[in-house]
């Protein structure tokens, strides 16, 4: 049915790596039924561009890129960005450091800030792929890089590099660290459909990031019984080992990964919230329980939460109270908009 919707599209996919690990380029190719490969023909959309999977490599003379786009990667990516109409995803954060060169991440001799803003016009879509990407993640810890996402800073889209530079693009943010194959196929395929992609305040998609990680969680069970687990490998609930399910909004539970065997907290780690705008800094450190706050006058959320058992309307308050309490309430930082 997707492949039959965008049967006609043959569009070109430009993938750009910025400040990142490239573990988002890792997890697509470990994708499975299907795999990338098979994914990317079916739903007619030809990898153009990805630094990482090209054989092709930059060649300069004097300081120009010499030869033609079937030898030097280089100038197939400027052929690409004249031509226009491709779909952009990006990997990676931007950083816009040492003193607004953004130099602290190269792309052959240009910046990726030099290089991010002349291909953002150009795009039918830009697909933020991974937490880096869609708000800054690891990359913003360091002040020095001055590194955003490509529409957000953390939770603050004033400050993210769409609006730093003054572009205009139609955005969806993919996050994850890194984010889930299925997740970056099936927006990309809604978006070669030419379908509207519901999005939240954070620009996600809500197929996929409208439900707590805590509320489908393989372990809820222990949850509600309170059986908190004091060291891990128990089989119990790992909250009080630092998870932060109750405040992480993602399927992984119900979607899964590595072929749907398992996730995170099925496999005995916490979530760590990878998929949230403020990640990693409001959820380090990540095995202490950071959502243990008072919240209600002198009572704990925690304490709360172990008296209240089996009662999922006042549960999903509770949930609600620590998203608050760690400064998600679903508005952006002081200079950004609602």
Sequence with gaps: MVAAAIAD???????????GCGGCTASLLNGGNPDVLSALE???????????????????????PAGDSTHNSNVLLQDLIDAEGYVL????????GPEGSGRYCMSG?????????EAAPGASCIVAAGTCAAYGGVS?????????????AGTSKGQGAMARYGLENTVINVPGCPTHPEWLLLVLADVLAGRDVDLDVYGRPKAFFSAA????????????????DGRFSDGGCLYALGCKGPVAYADCPTRRWNGAASMCTQAGGPCIACVEPSFPGAFMPFFSTGESRDVFS?????????????????GAGIHAVKRLAIGESGREEKGGRK
């Excluded at 704990?300 to 009662?311: C, F, L, P, S």
């Design 9 to 19: 599209s043959n569009k070109k996919l430009v993938w750009l790596r910025g400040s």
């Design 42 to 64: 079916k739903i007619r959309l030809e990898p153009a561009y990805h630094d990482e999977l090209m054989l092709q490599q930059g060649m300069f003379v004097d300081g120009s």
């Design 89 to 96: 995803v990006v990997e990676g954060a931007i950083p816009d």
């Design 109 to 117: 001799a240009m910046s990726f800030k030099e290089l991010f803003i």
């Design 140 to 152: 913003r810890l360091f002040s020095t890089a001055e590194a955003a996402g490509v529409s957000f």
């Design 213 to 228: 990680v805590h509320d489908s969680c393989p372990r809820r069970g222990a949850y509600d019984r309170a059986g908190r």
């Design 298 to 314: 002198d009572l704990n959320v925690d304490d709360v939460a172990k008296v209240i058992v089996g009662a999922a309307v006042v």
